[in-house]
């Protein structure tokens, strides 16, 4: 090797470590943390140490290729200056072995008392915070046995902090002992909250969400478990779903009943024109024809599918009310002699009618068939088997807690809550088999039966009746016990009225004829054509509208003509109640016959402004028009004398 090589690479060594302990230095200046000043300076001394062997190397190598005096050759090789790169090698050793000493290694007793202080302070904070904690806390071995409990889980289980250190997780399983539960929080360090049931010191039982997690104390392994009473928060729960799915059930029935009194509706209307045709038929046939026994059994057909109608208009709430006060011991005495020869003759009818029972407002017919209605199903409850139905009447205060236990599906149902005071009842109870929750659930339902084939609405159209009647329902039903229904209708309360008793018994040679002009107004045209034939019948001049603009320019043209409007009220453009104001303004004595397929309660919650108008209900036969146009204006004379 070049004499001249050696010296260069040591003078480039010195040059490289005057740099690395530079910056080594330079960093311990500006560093905080005691474990890399540490390492820093250890590095530093072997970076010096290095150094020192580099120039005393490189110095002596540099003489011996002659680019120093020979003299400080001869000076390093003595033998006190050969000893210095080994007592810097110790002298950095024993610092470096000094400065690892002092930074692991504590100086005195002092220090592990500091540690020990410091351990305590950190378990009496642990303790402090779940003492303060609004949840269960506890902490148990791999075995079960509890090592620590707060206070809050104390009061939750009903034990003493003592009793429960000498207890295990088992012990409080309202189920009794079930590892699976004790694994779910000791199997991972990760807790997943899980939910189950806990038994108290009192031996009641409630609902617990626990959150396990797995620690360590040393090379001890514990489950810390975070308990919460749930209970109230799962009854809630409960409720809101069993309140949404009331909301739903009646949110169903209403958009049902919408549907039922669209239906219908419409279904008047075609019912009026085979009605009025098949009258209009019959009179222009002579005595004793053959047809005449056709005619009358599209009439009776008809007024069949009319019942049809009232009862799906009884269904949706809006069916025609005759108002009368009900004694309700003489209604259900009439019913028990009707059906005590239809129901099977196993079947004891009783009577329980309380003395002095309130009279209430509603329409007979109507109530009539909610009682038939409940005594039948009861009848088929107890089938062939012997039992009893009885029928009871009676009086009762109801407050309003009482009346939201009510059936829920009807209560959801009323736009406003049924107010607390005196109601009279009747009650149906049987010893039938009695239903389940499920079944209870859907016999408001249209068309469920539990029999092999639906017959109609059923219960459905009891519920709308007690709708239209503002009355309420109590269902108390156990398999195997029976069922009771009773139903409940307000004392004294004033409902509309609408319609009178049909009257089909005057034949045409007796009918009643009039004079001067009616206008009749209906967007309908069959109804329309019937209508006008069957007022002209009656010797009156007809007018037709289409809707309710075309009236009023009508009415203008012949105001001083016309005696009586008939008006539809459900009509395009201009609907009959808009209608039935303007002509009220152009003339307030106006004669205005008013006609839908809804009651006239329910067309007067419908339109405002229509109160005092005369009523004509749909569908309508010849009897029913003669008897509104005679009342509306007044009578004349026979067709003999016209």
Sequence with gaps: MPPLIVPAIYWILIGLWSFILYFYIKKMRHQTRSLLLTLLVILAIDAFRTLIESIYFGTWYAAVAGLLPHSVEALLTRPYLLVIPKLVNVAAACIVIFLLLKRWLP??????????????????????????????????????????????????????????????????????????????????????????????????????????????????????????????????????????????????????????????????????????????????????????????????????????????????????????????????????????????????????????????????????QIVMNLVTNASEAIGDERGTITLSTGAMHCSSDYLLQSNATLRASMAEPLLSGRYTFIEVADTGCGMDAETLDKIFDPFFTTK????????????????????????????????????????????AASGQPEDRGRDRKNRWRGQGKVLVVDDEAIVLEVARRMVAGLGLEVLTAVDGEEALGVYDDHREEIACVLLDLTMPRMDGAEAYRELRKRDPDALIVLCSGYSEHEVSKRFVGLDGATFLHKPYDLASLTRVLEQALGKASPAGDS
């Excluded at 009368?324 to 259900?332: E, G, Y």
């Excluded at 159209?461 to 229904?485: E, K, M, Q």
């Design 107 to 368: 100086q005195d007793e002092s220090e592990r008392h500091q540690s020990k202080l410091d351990l305590l302070e950190s378990e009496h904070r642990f303790r402090e915070f779940t003492r303060q904690s609004s949840d269960g806390i506890g902490v148990a071995d791999l075995d079960g046995h509890y090592s620590y409990v707060n206070p809050t889980f104390c009061k939750m289980v009903g034990y003493s902090e003592d009793e429960l250190l000498n207890m295990t997780v088992f012990d409080l399983e309202a189920d009794g002992r079930d590892p699976a539960v004790f694994e779910r929080s000791s199997s991972s360090d990760v807790g997943v909250p899980f939910l189950t049931r806990l038994k108290r010191k009192d031996g009641s039982e409630f609902l617990a969400e626990i959150v396990g997690n797995l620690i360590e104390y040393g090379d001890q392994k514990n489950v810390l478990g975070v308990v919460r009473d749930v209970t109230a928060r799962e009854t809630a729960a409960k409720e809101r779903l069993s309140l949404e799915q009331q909301l739903q059930h009646a949110q169903k029935l209403k958009s049902l009943g919408v549907l039922a009194g669209g239906i219908a509706h419409d279904f008047n209307n075609i019912l009026t024109s085979v009605l009025g045709n098949a009258q209009l038929a019959r009179d222009a046939l002579p005595d004793g024809s053959s047809a005449l026994e056709n005619i009358e059994e599209i009439e009776s057909s008809s007024r069949r599918a009319a019942e049809l109608t009232r009862q799906m208009l009884d269904y949706s709430g809006k069916g025609r009310f005759v108002v009368q006060k009900i004694d309700p011991q003489k209604l259900v005495e009439g019913i028990a002699r009707l059906l005590s020869v239809s129901i099977s003759k196993k079947i004891e009818l009783k009577h329980d009618f309380a003395e002095g029972t309130p009279r209430f407002d509603g329409d007979p017919t109507q109530v009539h």
């Design 452 to 495: 092999f084939t639906g017959r109609g609405l059923g219960m459905s159209a009891v519920l709308g009746i007690l709708r239209g009647h503002r009355g309420a329902l109590h269902v108390d039903s156990t398999p195997g016990a029976g069922t009771t229904f009773r139903i409940l209708f307000p004392v004294g309360e004033e409902s």
